[in-house]
């Protein structure tokens, strides 16, 4: 009994794009019929073709005999399968559905392979991936596996997060922090800066998860949960009554709207000639200086500078290396005793309590050369409340808020763990 086999429309088996529009084969074909074959087409030792499939219909279609061809030799069906797409995606100009197709093809092909693996053999993010995983999962389309298979071969738990280092330093780093990183980093890649923070605060908010105490406004230092706009009502603080306020604000533009607000808030509490520093990132200083300059005077600009890794500004790729300090007063400028430098270094970074954290340092000698014993000093922006324990070293009286009741309970912490000294009014 004699058979013939039935004419199949299926793709090759390592062809894993659809062929291409018709108007872009016809322009493919007509290049390699003006130009010939440019760029070889690959094939493993079997002669099963991995990349060039429609160079290899134009040639057909053209009749050419002879073009070039790359033998590779070696790789398992599936390292045959991630070469295949990964040449195809970087050539193709791949549509945003196009990507999205190929993730859910090859999640339902091979669900176990890593979100990162793939993310990387597809060129796009691993949290497209994994938000398409956790679609066909819902929808039964692909299993719910607890441990996933990464290029090493072997496996992880789904949700594990993963640490990059690339120094025998980072590597103490991220072997010290990675059990220590909360529920919330899993399933993502970090790299070791950002693990440590996200560690750090996570163990900061267990060990400081204590209730907020409400001070005495006979205290010298207090420390207010509250927004900053209701910082004289909950403290009672009385108008013309601070020397100095400090503070260092949220860079991003999400504060923006409430500059002004701080800048009226500075030029109330402040005596005549009082100052006002305020750490600011660059990007929007523009905004800074227009809405503070409405309730105060400019007076100069600082600069604390650093010598370890910059700070990347990603839309202007600009690397810097400093921070610039607002100076304003109200009113006439109160010169405090003793020469200082507008030029600040900071020894290091000091990111364990807080990831906008300052050096206690930088706070200290900024107190020290903007104030006097016994002034009044307020931060309506507490954080780690440095400013609070700045001034309990030296001698200052403290006024302070935050938002974050974690950060206030502490605040209140830090300041219960050292020796206070008695601080007198001026």
Avoid at 166 to 173: C, F, K, Q, Y
Avoid at 354 to 373: R, V, Y
């Amino acid at each position: 009994m004699i058979t013939t086999a039935k004419r199949t429309n299926r793709r090759p088996k390592y062809q894993v794009l659809p062929d291409l529009p018709p108007e872009e084969f016809e322009a493919l074909k007509a290049d390699i019929a003006l130009r010939g074959v440019q760029c070889a087409v690959i094939q493993d030792e079997k002669g099963n073709t991995l990349d060039g499939h429609q160079r290899e219909r134009a040639i057909r279609e053209l009749g050419i005999k002879r073009y070039p061809i790359t033998v590779m030799s070696g790789l398992s069906d599936e390292e045959k399968r991630h070469l295949a797409i990964a040449l195809n995606v970087k050539r193709r100009h791949l549509t945003t559905k196009q990507k999205q197709a190929l993730i859910e093809q090859e999640l339902k092909r091979t669900p176990d392979i890593a979100n990162c693996w793939l993310a990387e053999i597809l060129g796009v993010d691993d949290k497209t991936v994994a938000a398409t995983r956790k679609r066909l999962e819902a929808g039964s389309e692909i299993p719910r596996l607890k441990k996933l298979r990464a290029r090493d071969g072997k496996m992880y738990a789904a949700q594990c997060s993963r640490i990059i280092a690339n120094t025998p330093t980072e590597l103490r780093v991220a072997q010290q922090v990675a059990k220590r990183l909360p529920p919330s980093c899993n399933g993502r890649i970090l790299d070791t800066t950002t693990a440590s923070r996200r560690a750090h605060r996570y163990n900061n908010e267990r060990v400081f998860n204590g209730s907020v105490v409400t001070p005495s406004p006979k205290d010298a230092i207090r420390i207010y949960h509250c927004p900053f706009q209701q910082l004289q009502e909950t403290a009672r603080l009385r108008a013309n009554s601070v020397h100095l306020v400090l503070t260092d604000i949220p860079y991003s533009k999400d504060f923006l709207p409430e500059l002004d607000d701080l800048g009226r808030f500075a030029g109330e509490v402040l005596v005549e000639g009082g100052l006002f520093l305020c750490f600011v990132g660059q990007y929007h200083l523009d905004r800074y200086l227009e809405s503070f300059s409405q309730h105060l005077t400019y007076r100069w600009t600082l600069a604390t500078t650093w010598g370890h890794d910059s700070n990347l500004i990603h839309p202007l790729g600009i690397s810097s290396h400093w921070k610039p300090i607002l100076l304003f007063s109200r009113g006439k400028y109160r010169r405090t005793s003793g020469r200082k430098s507008d030029l600040l270094h900071m020894p290091g970074k000091e990111k364990d309590l807080h990831d906008w954290q300052q050096p206690q340092a930088t706070i200290e000698d900024l107190i020290k050369n903007f104030s006097d014993p016994g002034d009044l000093v307020c931060d309506p922006c507490g954080g780690t409340f440095a400013t609070a324990l700045a001034c309990r070293n030296l001698s200052r009286r403290f006024v302070g808020c935050d938002l974050d009741e974690q950060c206030v309970a502490m605040g209140q912490k830090r300041l219960a763990g050292g020796t206070k000294r008695k601080v007198k009014p001026r």
